[in-house]
């Protein structure tokens, strides 16, 4: 999108309450998943280990829908006016770290779910929608690629996860310029009315 029409004075100046409630409910399951994420793989083998193992893929799959819901949500809604005054550099990084997000808001539960795949561990959503293996069995590939894959996709998410997080910040605290109240759930300012 150009900055021309994120600019346009037709666009609101906050996001609709359904872009609102994805976006925060995704942080929560990303962010959660992420911590069970780093937490289950300590653990020894156990019943307890695989009931964790569980939630974290149940949270993966629900993260990969909630995600194909917000990016066809997005498509079709045009998303508020940027605070005017940023710089090209600005523009671009938010272009490129939001683009970022959205490839890998499917690259993690993706490459998690062909390594339960190729690891001969289906996946069954909430221990009641089984889903189909999409990569076939071959616990060496598992174990050179797709784990590593996942994880490193995992962290990288991370990262950008808290550089987005740094960013809004630094608008919020030092530019001013109302950029969170484009998200942030509640009552609008008296501003933006």
């Not at 609709?16 to 793989?41: E, K």
């Not at 149940?58 to 995600?67: K, P």
């Not at 996709?153 to 310029?177: E, N, P, Q, S, Y």
Request: charged fraction near 10%; glycine fraction near 6%.
């Amino acid at each position: 999108m150009s900055a021309d029409a994120s600019s346009s004075p037709l666009a609101a100046p906050r996001f609709d309450p359904l872009a609102m409630a994805l976006h925060w409910l995704l942080a929560a399951l990303i962010v959660g998943s992420f911590g069970v994420g780093l937490y289950m793989t300590g653990l020894p083998f156990s019943p307890q280990r695989l009931k964790i193992y569980s939630w974290h893929k149940w949270a993966g799959v629900t993260i990969l829908a909630l995600s194909a819901l917000r990016l066809l949500w997005r498509l079709g809604h045009r998303p508020p006016a940027l605070p005017p005054g940023m710089s090209a550099l600005q523009l671009a990084s938010y272009r490129i770290s939001h683009t970022l997000m959205y490839l890998l808001f499917f690259a993690v539960p993706l490459s998690g779910w062909a390594y339960s795949s190729a690891m001969g561990m289906p996946v069954a959503w909430f221990g009641v929608l089984p889903l189909p293996d999409f990569v076939p069995v071959d616990h060496a590939f598992a174990e050179a690629v797709l784990q590593p894959l996942h994880r490193n996709c995992a962290f990288v998410l991370a990262g950008a996860a808290l550089l987005h997080v740094a960013a809004v910040l630094k608008h919020h605290w030092i530019d001013r310029d109302d950029l969170l109240q484009r998200m942030w759930p509640g009552p609008r300012k008296e501003s933006d009315q």
